[in-house]
């Protein structure tokens, strides 16, 4: 019984001393991608209707609100005005894109839409639909605010008043380090 209790001794430490890490290792952490609260944003490149490309890539230098928006949507009329009004309060602190997400629409409508509002951020062009999947959307409006490190601090499903959404970009502000 002692040589038994001895080698599960033994085995239990040399199973302790292996699994521990030493103190010098630095741990790697992978950036994990989901559309969702406390996670990275998803990366995507699209071309907007100014013809410029937009990204979501990680860390950026400005935080970033995206709207997955359609021009038929009732709420997204209703938005629009909002967002252009806080994209002209805010836009030297944070960028805005208005994601249309074309294969639930036309792009001569997301056009239409965009004049008739007189929206001048940036309209990204979902024309394949592979970034409104990457974000796994189901309603119009989404939108999804998006910190200076990639990390996505809110996820707003319909729409939002644009008291409601200054305050989370207000906070949000707050919460980025000074450059």
Do not use: H
């Amino acid at each position: 019984m002692n040589k038994l209790a001895l080698a599960l001794l033994v085995t239990v430490g040399l199973g302790i001393a292996v699994w521990q890490e030493p103190k010098d290792t630095v741990a790697v952490v992978t950036e994990v991608q989901k559309p969702q609260v406390g996670y990275v944003a998803p990366y995507f490149s699209l071309k907007a209707l100014d013809n410029q490309v937009y990204k979501v890539e990680g860390k950026r230098s400005k935080p970033v609100v995206l709207n997955f928006w359609a021009s038929w949507c009732g709420p997204c009329r209703m938005e629009a005005p909002d967002l252009q009004k806080l994209y002209e309060k805010y836009k030297d602190q944070i960028d805005f894109y208005g994601i249309n997400v074309t294969t639930s629409d036309s792009p001569e409508a997301a056009a239409a839409f965009v004049s008739a509002y007189k929206l001048t951020f940036p309209i990204p062009m979902d024309v394949a639909g592979t970034v409104s999947d990457l974000y796994l959307i189901q309603a119009f409006p989404t939108t999804y605010v998006v910190d200076t490190q990639g990390i996505i601090r809110k996820k707003i499903i319909g729409m939002i008043d644009a008291g409601t959404l200054e305050l989370e970009l207000r906070q949000l502000l707050a919460q980025q380090p000074q450059q």
